[in-house]
């Protein structure tokens, strides 16, 4: 598969792009003419991170890192670089503070204690994170950050702070919001993003229900949007519709399709993200008779066959489906145990090296991953530390924090005191713990701590 670079070129001038094992080498491994946005690297460079800069007859772009895959290259499953080092980083909510906080990674593992504290307006800020991708287009990845009423979208900077990019308000302030990066949907070099509302319990309150595609640019990001016709959908509902949204490449045409669960219906819509201003979905994927869904999200390539995968987990019975590009379904059941809505469900990208990707689970008592294989997952469970009274596990997907080559997995342990994420590396099928993630133990006015670890960006 061909490996593409993305450019920015507001002054419609040829660059000459160069790219390196390290930045200001004397002798670039790959140095050629880019006409276009896009350009293929050829030959393919072999595994391992590179940097790549561009030249125009009035500018010299900085050195941008990028990471080429032991493998075929699939996206979809972005890792969270905020400071643009190369090393994946680690952000972690903590609603009941208002806040999640940014832990940079770098060679050996993150840093502690945290390097960044993000805040926002709203209550609790931080109940949402994902990894965004670059919606300004400046060659650094950003965030996405939310809570009830708002989203905020926070631009990555190399070797700096965040700075916020993007505030963009709910219809109504005491509504949830699910967020999620959904990769380039309409094919103009800048990520894109989608928003889908819900409300926060039933009653005799009407909320707004509504998914709402956000497209990126170099500047006012999210000023053009589109509301999805959403199937069957009253624009004002009573029940809680969790709807949780993803991306993945299920049409194969090159660009990211949008995919929303929806518990209430029963279904899971897909929007082909080329034609998604028709605001009609292409596809729809039935759950099973009686079953309660819970998420939906882009799974990678599970079973090595070089298209997307898509896992949708059900709370009852207790099961995580694997719709596949092609062949049956997978179904991964998890008896005598309760699966999590929110937060539930991480794409991790190929954690053991084997060329396929890999899916963790959280449950109430314990993570599983999903190692993929062209037969079928194996299971096997992770015990994260279990301090003070747990409530729940959740998981996270971002990237390799260590730089040794393997993405990594990041798990929750929410209790009413501090709460802790667990870091493990990956490179095998036994993950090895890597890093305690933690903040001072705060209580809130509901007294129940900061729940930090509640979200983890990355999914």
Same mark, same amino acid.
């Given at each position: 598969m061909a490996q593409i670079l993305t450019l920015t070129n507001d002054d419609d001038e040829s660059a000459?792009?160069?790219?390196?094992?390290?930045?200001?080498?004397?002798?670039?491994?790959?140095?050629?003419?880019?006409?276009s946005t896009t350009v293929a690297i050829e030959p393919p460079l072999p595994a391992g991170r590179w940097f790549w800069r561009a030249h125009t007859p009035g500018a010299t772009t900085p050195w941008w890192p990028f990471t080429v895959a032991d493998g075929p290259t699939r996206r979809g499953i972005p890792q969270v670089d905020l400071d643009g080092d190369g090393y994946a980083?680690?952000?972690?909510?903590?609603?009941?503070?208002?806040?999640?906080?940014?832990?940079?990674?770098?060679?050996?593992?993150?840093?502690?204690?945290?390097?960044?504290? !993000?805040? @926002?307006? #709203?209550?609790?800020? $931080?109940?949402?994170? =994902?990894?965004?991708?670059?919606?300004?287009?400046?060659?650094?990845?950003?965030?996405?950050?939310g809570g009830r009423g708002a989203t905020r979208v926070f631009a990555g900077q190399p070797c700096g702070m965040t700075e916020l990019l993007a505030a963009i308000e709910g219809p109504t302030p005491d509504q949830s919001a699910? !967020?999620? @990066?959904? #990769?380039?949907?309409? $094919?103009?070099?800048? =990520?894109?993003?989608?928003?889908?509302?819900?409300?926060?319990?039933?009653?005799?309150?009407?909320?707004?229900?509504?998914?709402?595609v956000y497209y990126g640019g170099a500047s006012a990001v999210g000023a053009r949007s589109l509301t999805l016709s959403v199937e069957d959908s009253d624009p004002w509902c009573y029940d809680p519709w969790a709807v949780a949204a993803a991306d993945a490449d299920l049409t194969m045409d090159g660009l990211p399709d949008i995919v929303v669960a929806r518990p209430d219906l029963g279904v899971v819509e897909v929007y082909e993200g080329s034609t998604a201003a028709t605001g009609l979905p292409f596809r729809l994927i039935e759950g099973e008779p009686g079953a309660e869904l819970g998420l939906a999200t882009n799974a990678g390539d599970l079973d090595c066959d070089g298209a997307f995968d898509l896992a949708i987990s059900q709370l009852d019975p207790r099961r995580v489906r694997i719709v596949r590009a092609a062949g049956?379904?997978?179904?991964?059941?998890?008896?005598?145990?309760?699966?999590?809505?929110?937060?539930?469900?991480?794409?991790?990208?190929?954690?053991?090296?084997?060329?396929?990707?890999?899916?963790?689970?959280?449950?109430?008592?314990a993570v599983v991953v999903a190692f993929g294989g062209h037969d079928g997952p194996t299971l096997v469970a992770v015990a994260p530390p279990e301090e003070r009274y747990l409530l729940y596990f959740t998981v996270g997907?971002?990237?390799?924090?260590?730089?040794?080559?393997?993405?990594?997995?990041?798990?929750?342990?929410?209790?009413?005191?501090?709460?802790?994420?667990?870091?493990?590396?990956?490179?095998?099928?036994?993950?090895?713990?890597?890093?305690?993630?933690?903040?001072?133990?705060?209580?809130?006015?509901?007294?129940?701590?900061?729940?930090?670890?509640?979200?983890?960006a990355g999914r």
């Open positions: 000459t792009v160069e790219v390196c094992g390290e930045p200001d080498c004397a002798m670039p491994a790959r140095s050629f003419v880019a006409t980083d680690v952000v972690v909510g903590a609603p009941e503070m208002a806040a999640a906080y940014v832990f940079h990674g770098g060679c050996g593992g993150p840093s502690a204690p945290y390097d960044e504290r !993000l805040s @926002g307006s #709203g209550y609790y800020f $931080g109940f949402r994170l =994902d990894a965004a991708g670059d919606v300004d287009g400046d060659g650094v990845l950003d965030l996405l950050a699910e !967020l999620a @990066g959904i #990769g380039d949907v309409d $094919g103009d070099g800048y =990520d894109d993003f989608v928003t889908a509302t819900s409300p926060i319990s039933g009653g005799d309150v009407e909320y707004v229900c509504d998914v709402r049956d379904p997978w179904a991964i059941d998890l008896p005598e145990t309760v699966l999590r809505r929110h937060n539930g469900l991480a794409a991790l990208g190929d954690v053991d090296g084997d060329g396929c990707d890999d899916l963790a689970i959280t449950t109430r008592e997907g971002p990237g390799d924090v260590d730089g040794d080559g393997y993405p990594d997995l990041a798990v929750g342990s929410v209790d009413l005191e501090a709460g802790l994420v667990t870091l493990y590396a990956g490179g095998s099928r036994e993950p090895r713990e890597m890093a305690r993630l933690s903040i001072e133990p705060f209580h809130s006015v509901h007294d129940s701590g900061p729940m930090f670890g509640l979200s983890i």
